[in-house]
C-alpha cells in the first residue's frame, strides 16, 4: 500500500525551493502507480475521459501522417510523446486535488499551467528543440539509409522489414530511441515538481536525471510499461488510448509522490 503523502502548501511556492530529495525505490513500484492511477481514473472518470479523448485524437493525427506521408511517421510519433505531458498536467491536478479531498472536476484543471508558467514554458521549449531536431534527425536517417525509390504505402512496411533494408530500420530505431530516452529522463518528475512546488525546469530536469540515475531499473520498467500500454492503445483503435492514457498521467503523479521526498 503506497504513503500519502500532503502536498506542499502555498507558502512554499512563494520562496525559491532546495533541490528535491529522491528515493530509491523498488522494481515493483511502477505497477503500484498504475494500480493507483487507475484509481484516481474512477473517482474522477468525466474529466480523466475529456483528456483521453485529447489523447485519443493526437493518436488518430499520428495514424493520418501514417497512411498520407509515412515518411515522418516517426517524428509525429516522437511529438506524441513529447506534448503528451502537457496534456497531462491536467491529469496530475486532478490527482493531487484527489488527494487534497477536493472534487475532481474539469474545469480547474485546463489553466493549471498558468500556476507556473515560465518555467513550464522553458520546459516546452527544450522539449521542442528536442522534437525538431528529431524531425530532422528523423529525415537524415531516411535518405541516408532508405536506398530504394520511395515505396506506395502498401508496399513500405514490406521493403522496410526486409533484410535489404535492415540497416534502415536499425539506425531510425537506434536513433529514435535514444531521443525518446533523453525525454524520459528529463521530464520523469519535472512537471509534477513545477505544478507541486513551483519549482524552477532547471532543477526539475535535473531532479529527473537523479530520479533515473538513482532508480535505472525500476524506470526502465516505468517506461516499458508506458510505450507497451499506449502501443496497446493505438492497436486498439486507438479506443484504448482513451483509458490508458488518463492512468498513465493519474500513475505519472504517484511516481513523482514515490520518488520525490515531500518537504517537511
Known amino acids: ?31 503500484r502507480w498504475i494500480r493507483l492511477g487507475l484509481a484516481d481514473f474512477r473517482a474522477c472518470a468525466r474529466a480523466s475521459l475529456f483528456y483521453g479523448f485529447c489523447f485519443t485524437a493526437m493518436g488518430l493525427l499520428t495514424t493520418f501522417v501514417f497512411a498520407h506521408a509515412y515518411e515522418y511517421t516517426a517524428a509525429v510519433t516522437t511529438g ?10 491536467g491529469l ?21 499551467w498558468r500556476r ?16 525538431l531536431i528529431w524531425a530532422r534527425a528523423s529525415m537524415v536517417v531516411f535518405a541516408m539509409f532508405y536506398t530504394q525509390e520511395m515505396p506506395s504505402l502498401d508496399g513500405f512496411l514490406s521493403q522496410v522489414m526486409s533484410l535489404e533494408n535492415l540497416d534502415f530500420v536499425l539506425a531510425y530505431l537506434l536513433v529514435g530511441a535514444g531521443f525518446a530516452m533523453f525525454v524520459f529522463a528529463v521530464s520523469v518528475v519535472s512537471i509534477p515538481l513545477m505544478l507541486d ?7 526539475s530536469m535535473l531532479a529527473s536525471l537523479k530520479a533515473l540515475m538513482l532508480n535505472p531499473l525500476p524506470l526502465l520498467v516505468w517506461a516499458a510499461l508506458i510505450v507497451t500500454l499506449t502501443v496497446i492503445g493505438f492497436l486498439s483503435f486507438h479506443i484504448g488510448l482513451v483509458v490508458v492514457m488518463p492512468v498513465l498521467g493519474h500513475a505519472t503523479w504517484h511516481a513523482y509522490r514515490e520518488l520525490v521526498e515531500p518537504l517537511a
Open 1 to 31: 500500500m503506497a504513503q500519502q503523502y500532503t502536498p506542499s502548501d502555498d507558502r512554499s511556492t512563494e520562496a525559491a525551493q532546495p533541490f528535491p530529495d529522491i528515493r530509491s525505490i523498488g522494481v515493483g513500484a511502477p505497477f
Open 92 to 112: 496530475y491536478e486532478l490527482s493531487r486535488r484527489r488527494e487534497r479531498g477536493l472534487p475532481g472536476v474539469l474545469v480547474p484543471t485546463l489553466t493549471v
Open 80 to 89: 506524441f510523446f513529447l506534448v503528451a505531458p502537457f496534456f497531462a498536467m
Open 116 to 131: 507556473n508558467l515560465g518555467n513550464i514554458a522553458l520546459f516546452a521549449g527544450v522539449l521542442t528543440v528536442v522534437f
Open 197 to 203: 512546488r513551483n519549482q524552477d525546469a532547471v532543477t
